[in-house]
């Protein structure tokens, strides 16, 4: 499985839209790793995670044919990570000789609400999924799990596993997780070879009933999907999604979690996720 992430800010963007604080200008500065637009990912070349404004800029900075794209899952319905709008554009005159005919679209309540003020192609097939209930999308096996986050929304962390057996549990946005989550992982005896964790805050203080979280919130969430199987040494661990406010340059990142052996998520960035267990 291939992860590759366009996207790893929150919602303002890094910098921040109007901000001129030190960091922000630091990061306009330094440029790189530093500039960070809005949450979104690519599993392989055909599963697309999340659908802001800045997907026009993605596909065209990462080398993207969007009409390729079969497979698209929204995890909530922020602007930020769902901006409907654009999917009037997948049909005529605005589109021609799509390679791939339909996408698939698959949400929750609040982002399936959303799409009903929304003009949408015909191409473009809807589709509302159950929390807990497995789904089979393409080459992939998708389990939506309640997210800690904008509460009434039906908002979705993904288990995802590939044709091949790797899994990766796409953890956008979110607050630590509902125990609920826990005991379902648990029951379910899943197992993830990559995790991609919610670090909106850093190491801003944030409470488990938080909807983002920081680095302490994601060591407590690792100590307990450790104990209960999810997570083991051959898990790769990634951060990202991260506000501005909680100063994300690459490097001061980089070296605040070296020794928990985590990647660092920027825009651009691939990881290759094998199917692998202790």
């Known amino acids: ?10 919602a303002e963007g890094m910098p921040a839209l109007f901000c001129n604080c030190s960091y922000c200008k630091e990061a306009r500065t ?12 690519l599993i392989n070349d055909d599963l697309l995670l999340d659908f802001p404004a800045d997907t026009y800029f993605h596909f065209l900075k990462n080398g993207v044919e ?16 769902f901006y409907p709008e654009q999917l009037e554009l997948r049909q005529s005159p605005f589109a021609h000789e799509m390679r791939e005919k339909k996408m698939e679209l698959y949400c929750g309540e609040g982002a399936f609400e959303k799409l009903k003020n929304a003009l949408v192609a015909n191409s473009v097939i809807c589709q509302k999924m159950t ?28 288990a995802i596993k590939d044709a091949d057996g790797a899994a990766l549990l796409y953890a956008h946005d979110t607050g630590y997780f509902y125990e609920e989550v826990f005991q379902y992982i648990e029951k379910e005896k899943l197992y993830f070879n990559a995790i991609s964790y919610d670090c909106t ?27 209960i199987g999810a997570v083991d040494k051959n898990t790769t661990e990634i951060i990202n999604h991260f506000s501005h406010n909680a100063k994300p340059l690459q490097h001061i990142l980089e070296e605040r979690v070296k020794d928990y052996g985590w990647l660092v998520a920027y825009d651009g960035m691939q990881v290759q996720i094998a199917n692998k267990k202790t």
Do not use: C, W
């Open 1 to 10: 499985m291939k992860l590759t992430y366009f996207g790893t800010a929150a």
């Open 30 to 41: 330094l440029g790189g790793k530093n500039i960070r637009t809005r949450s979104q990912a």
């Open 66 to 81: 969007g009409d390729r794209i079969r497979h698209l899952l929204i995890t909530h319905s922020h602007p930020d990570h």
């Open 131 to 158: 929390v807990y209930q497995p789904q089979r999308i393409g080459n992939y096996t998708v389990i939506p799990l309640p997210a800690n986050h904008h509460y009434g929304d039906g908002a979705f962390i993904y």
């Open 201 to 227: 805050n850093v190491d801003i203080p944030s409470s488990l009933k938080s909807s983002h979280m920081s680095i302490d919130n994601i060591l407590a969430l690792h100590e307990r999907l450790s104990k």
